[in-house]
């Protein structure tokens, strides 16, 4: 019912800059957030950024003043800007959308695969 891609991790020296792009497409009625949650290894998954439906945005405190997040028009793609990278944010980094879809009463939540940033020099 809804499919969400994730693109644009990698490897980048500390102080170095990435962005990551975020999708959804499916029988999407309404979108009340996108955002990016990250994990890394032996720690609990952590609030990086969330969009809301009305343009809200909240950042975790460890990225605040350093990553950006923002949408398309169309409100189906969701961009987080990284700058400042330090090797703490060494993390799988994955979407998630909380959306109404066609048929189904209630939120539906949906997960990305997952994409691996890595701060390293």
């Known amino acids: 019912q809804v499919q969400v891609v994730e693109s644009g991790g990698g490897l980048v020296q500390p102080g170095g800059s990435l962005r990551l792009s975020c999708a959804a497409s499916?029988?999407?009625?309404?979108?009340?957030?996108m955002g990016w949650y990250r994990q890394a290894p032996g720690k609990q998954r952590e609030l990086v950024a969330v969009?809301?439906?009305?343009?809200?945005?909240i950042y975790g405190d460890s990225v605040k003043g350093r990553f950006t997040i923002s949408r398309d028009s169309a409100k189906t793609t969701v961009y987080l800007q990284m700058n400042s990278l330090e090797p703490e944010d060494t993390a799988v980094y994955s979407c998630?959308?909380?959306?109404?879809?066609?048929?189904?009463?209630?939120?539906?939540?949906?997960w990305g695969q997952g994409t691996q940033v890595t701060v390293s020099s």
């Open positions: 499916g029988t999407i009625t309404n979108i009340y957030s």
């Open positions: 998630n959308v909380i959306v109404a879809v066609s048929g189904r009463s209630g939120p539906f939540n949906a």
């Open positions: 969009i809301t439906g009305s343009s809200s945005t």
